[in-house]
């Protein structure tokens, strides 16, 4: 079935990288995604990255996929104090199709 | 245009009331789509169409809810005898398909409260 699993919190000096980390279990997946969640605020789309890419990288922010172990993970480089959210590793079948969400990871920063 | 709107923002209700949510979708967007998500948790997929046709259905769509989108534009979700276990965050989404870019969009959704 479908499922994704990431670890709830990580907590990260501020200036450090951050790494969140992410399993999915739907290998026909084509479209991996990470989604950014601030208090009281909406669903932010951070990145995506295609199945069939092994990275992407976005100003601080980089994503590695390695689809022989469906693990996807999000690297925040200089994490910043306005980088303190829930973030949430999805996947779809397709670019419009239903996305499936993990619990998210809640970062929190540490001064 | 101003993205996916959702009204209300925040609705209280009683147990057994029933609720409709709306949805309006980005103009030229033919796909919409439903979640919810519950506290702690990441949202889930309740349902979506394409124009006025409701193409799937979650298990997680029970026979008190119900959705529909008549004339492809707007969408309401209908909580009918609203449960507290159905307090949660009711988002929307939309995109066009086909479409040269990405495009799926969420709204901030609406937080239903059951007393």
């Known amino acids: 079935g479908e499922d994704v699993e990431q670890s709830l919190f990580l907590s990260v000096r501020e200036g450090d990288s951050s790494v969140i980390n992410c399993t999915y279990t739907?290998?026909?997946?084509?479209?991996l995604y990470w989604y950014k969640q601030e208090p009281g605020a909406g669903l932010q789309l951070l990145t995506y990255?295609?199945?069939?890419?092994d990275m992407k990288q976005d100003q601080r922010l980089t994503v590695l996929l390695n689809k022989k172990d469906k693990h996807l993970s999000l690297r925040i480089a200089d994490t910043q104090t306005g980088d303190s959210a829930i973030y949430f590793c999805a996947e779809s079948m397709d670019r419009d199709d239903k996305i499936i969400f993990g619990k998210g990871t809640r970062l929190h920063i540490l001064p | 245009d101003t993205g996916v709107s959702q009204d209300p923002r925040h609705k209280i209700t009683k147990r057994g009331q029933n609720v409709t949510f709306r949805c309006d979708p980005i103009?030229?967007?033919?796909?919409l789509y439903w979640y919810r998500q519950t506290l702690g948790q990441g949202p889930e997929f309740l349902t979506y169409f394409q124009n006025e046709a409701q193409l799937e259905k979650s298990r997680l769509l029970s026979d008190r809810f119900s959705a529909e989108r008549p004339k492809g534009s707007f969408s309401t979700l209908e909580i009918q005898r609203t449960e507290q276990g159905d307090s949660a965050m009711y988002l929307c989404?939309?995109?066009?398909?086909?479409?040269?870019?990405?495009?799926?969009?969420f709204g901030s959704g609406t937080r239903l409260t059951v007393v």
């Open positions: 990255i295609f199945s069939n890419m």
């Open positions: 989404a939309s995109s066009q398909i086909p479409g040269e870019n990405y495009g799926y969009t």
């Open positions: 739907d290998s026909s997946s084509t479209y």
């Open positions: 103009s030229e967007h033919n796909r």
